[in-house]
């Protein structure tokens, strides 16, 4: 089950446009947990409507794993651009996939290699 179904994803005509080529428009199981299932069900807006503390591509993010407390700092970025020793991560990536396109105070259920993890997204800082 998508555990994030009743969260709205919003994503920016532009970033939608970008991320098209990384994921197929078939339709995917319901249940499925990933960037083209996240997409492929995600309220389109232009640029001047997008909340300020949506997570987009360029968006430096702060979240915090339930489990342990810890917090991290990430910028997600397309593959091209990732850079872990800057912190971008790819927008493929399992955590990146899972917080696009959600907010600030938002809590993401994303199933990962290592099993579930449950995120809170302390702050969001919109792309420069």
Do not use: C
């Amino acid at each position: 089950m998508n555990l994030n179904e009743n969260n709205a994803v919003v994503i920016t005509q532009q970033d939608f446009d970008l991320l098209k080529p990384y994921f197929s428009k078939q339709k995917k199981n319901s249940t499925e947990m990933s960037l083209s299932a996240e997409l492929s069900r995600a309220v389109i807006l232009k640029n001047d409507a997008f909340p300020p503390h949506a997570i987009r591509l360029n968006s430096k993010v702060w979240i915090q794993e339930a489990s342990t407390g810890n917090i991290m700092e990430l910028t997600i970025v397309l593959p091209q651009h990732a850079d872990i020793k800057q912190k971008k991560i790819s927008v493929l990536t399992p955590i990146a996939a899972a917080l696009i396109g959600f907010r600030k105070g938002e809590t993401v259920r994303w199933e990962v290699p290592a099993g579930l993890k449950i995120f809170k997204i302390i702050n969001v800082l919109a792309p420069i």
